[in-house]
């Protein structure tokens, strides 16, 4: 008989659902809430409504795509944490209630965990161990893999992540929401050497985001003074400029790290890990240093189903089951 886990995502702004048949990733549906966009940022209590709405065409289409009942479902995992609780409680109380009527295991997964997970959803897939970046609009970490379920976190941001970094500093250039992306493709046609901006550097193999934040925005304040069109006329340069010091400083510790751990297997997992000159730069780091590197497909970069259903399905091969009284405060920690 099939093993068959329906996965379901709700931590932040993407309602999804995928079907893992025996470990083979069947369909991945995501639907994106655009309502965010006119704010500039998400807005929690507009993504739990979303999330709401969206929950059960969303997981209808997921079953239907994939010709299967929910009769015939083997377990449904779902994203315990990191993320906004309200967001969360959607996906885990969907997740209890159907488990509950279906009599079938429930598997709470860790959304970090999860990234990395998704190197494990299509070849070519990295042995163990290996040093997953994983980079997103929450979180930024140096993850030390030794097996599908045992990780360490070995370095990390210690205030924003750099996915927020992106987002903020495009807010600043008026660019709109989500920033990272607007970032991307304006940093393609500018010069990333014209505005060295400052980096800071704290101890160990962690990072510090904020300050590159407020240095980018008194620098757009004192160039405004001078030229009121200042933004407009260098945008492209201004982009490539903060993509290029964002990514030297991710790639400054992950060097620090392949040494310290002697590991030459790098991944990078999370909604930045599409960014287009990461992407390149790992590609030129790993010729200059030896490293194999694993880059997944953009779709299983930014927050998915894909990922969770294939978490689960590891969990549920190692019988690591959750329950009903499960917390709905999402897990901070993915030791396990
Ligand atoms: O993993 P993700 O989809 O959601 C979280 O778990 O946070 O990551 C979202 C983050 C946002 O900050 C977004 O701006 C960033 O990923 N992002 C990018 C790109 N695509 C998404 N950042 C830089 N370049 C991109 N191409
Ligand atoms: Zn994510």
Redesign the pocket.
């Known amino acids: 008989m099939s093993t068959i886990i329906l996965g379901i995502e709700s931590?932040?702004d993407?309602t999804a659902a995928a079907v893992c048949k025996d470990g083979q990733i069947i369909n991945n549906i995501i639907a994106t809430q655009s309502i965010h966009e006119s704010y500039g940022g998400v807005v929690p209590e507009l993504a739990s409504r979303a999330h709401q709405k969206n929950i059960i065409p969303v997981i209808n289409e997921a079953l239907d795509l994939a010709d299967i009942s929910m009769q015939e479902i083997s377990a449904i995992a779902y994203t315990q944490g990191p993320g906004l609780l309200g967001a969360l409680l959607v996906g885990s109380s969907f997740a209890k209630a159907a488990a509950l009527a279906l009599n079938i295991p429930l598997i709470p997964v860790n959304?970090m965990q999860a990234?990395v997970l998704a190197h494990f959803i299509e070849d070519p897939k990295p042995e163990f161990p290996f040093l997953c970046l994983t980079v997103?609009?929450?979180?930024t970490q140096i993850v030390k893999v030794t097996s599908y379920l045992e990780m360490e976190v070995i370095g990390q941001t210690k205030d924003d992540?750099v996915?927020?970094a992106?987002?903020k500093c495009a807010k600043l250039l008026g660019v709109g929401y989500?920033?990272?992306?607007k970032?991307?493709k304006l940093a393609q046609q500018g010069d990333p050497n014209k505005f060295p901006f400052p980096q800071s550097d704290i101890p160990d193999l962690d990072y510090s985001f904020s300050g590159i934040k407020t240095a980018f925005m008194y620098f757009l304040r004192d160039q405004q003074k001078k030229n009121q069109n200042f933004i407009e006329e260098n945008i492209n340069d201004l982009a490539a400029s903060l993509q290029f010091t964002l990514i030297d400083m991710l790639f400054k510790k992950l060097k620090k790290a392949t040494k310290k751990e002697k590991i030459k297997n790098i991944a990078i997992a999370?909604?930045?890990s599409?960014?287009?000159g990461?992407r390149k730069h790992l590609q030129e780091e790993a010729k200059k240093y030896g490293w194999e590197v694993f880059i997944p497909k953009f779709e299983y970069?930014?927050?998915n189903a894909a990922m969770i259903a294939t978490t689960g399905y590891y969990q549920f091969l190692e019988g690591k089951k959750g329950s009903l009284r499960d917390s709905p405060l999402p897990r901070m920690s993915f030791s396990s």
């Open positions: 931590s932040c993407e959304h990234h997103s609009g929450g979180h992540a996915g927020e992106f987002d989500p920033g990272g992306p970032i991307d999370g909604g930045v599409a960014n287009s990461l970069c930014t927050d």
